[in-house]
């Protein structure tokens, strides 16, 4: 079974890769609104909102005529991850915009210094008492390991994925502090107080042609 790993170099925490897929749902339902809009604007329909389509699959409008499930797409759809992502960076609270770069940055290894460790222990402790829509975005109990991992650390906590590689292993090098050389020159993967409400994933080409532009205007 899948996990996100949260370690430095004298310690490793896994929490079950389940977690993920509740965050993944979580992030998807609230975006949901959003990403309907958006594609109407766009001028795509929804199969299982047309008449037509619920009595004649074969009708099925274009561009998306080889998508059974538009609802199905919204989730699955590895294109509109980082569009997700970043309606909730946009909209959410300190709360899910945590579950938001966890859930996009936990496979390129983002990581938390220790100087802030402690101000992100708050957040994830405020989180494993709060729900969305009668769900907790964090259950499982590892997120207490986390928590007292990330009060107690005085060196870099490092977040992978277990199903992609180790940090030592993508950034090619043969020792934990070699590794975190080079991972502290990416400040984008840097969870922070500082720009923690202007951090954006980027868009571009995630939807089709006619609308790949960058999106910030989150009307709905």
């Known amino acids: 079974m899948s996990s996100i790993i949260f370690q430095t170099s004298r310690k490793r925490i896994e929490v079950c890769g389940s977690e993920r897929y509740c965050i993944s749902n979580i992030i998807t339902e609230i975006s949901l609104p959003y990403l309907r809009t958006r594609l109407k604007k766009e001028g ?74 402690k101000w992100v222990a708050r957040i994830l402790t405020r989180g494993l008492s709060t729900n969305h829509r009668h769900f907790k975005i964090f259950r499982e109990n590892e997120w207490y390991e986390v928590v007292d991992l990330l009060r107690s650390t005085k060196e870099t906590v490092v977040m992978s994925y277990s199903v992609c590689n180790d940090p030592i ?45 960058t999106t910030r205007n989150y009307e709905v």
């Open 169 to 213: 292993e993508d950034y090619k090098t043969e020792d934990w502090e070699s590794m975190l050389s080079k991972l502290h020159k990416d400040k984008t993967l840097e969870l922070r107080p500082a720009g923690w409400y202007n951090f954006h994933f980027n868009e571009v080409d995630v939807w089709a042609p006619t609308i790949c532009e």
């Open 44 to 117: 795509h329909l929804f199969y299982l909102e047309t008449p037509e389509y619920l009595k004649d699959p074969h009708k099925r409008p274009e561009p998306l005529h080889d998508l059974v499930d538009i609802r199905n797409w919204l989730y699955t759809e590895p294109k509109l991850f980082p569009v997700k992502l970043n309606y909730v960076l946009e909209l959410g609270n300190d709360i899910l915009i945590l579950a938001a770069r966890i859930h996009g940055q936990c496979e390129i290894h983002g990581y938390i210094r220790a100087k802030n460790a």
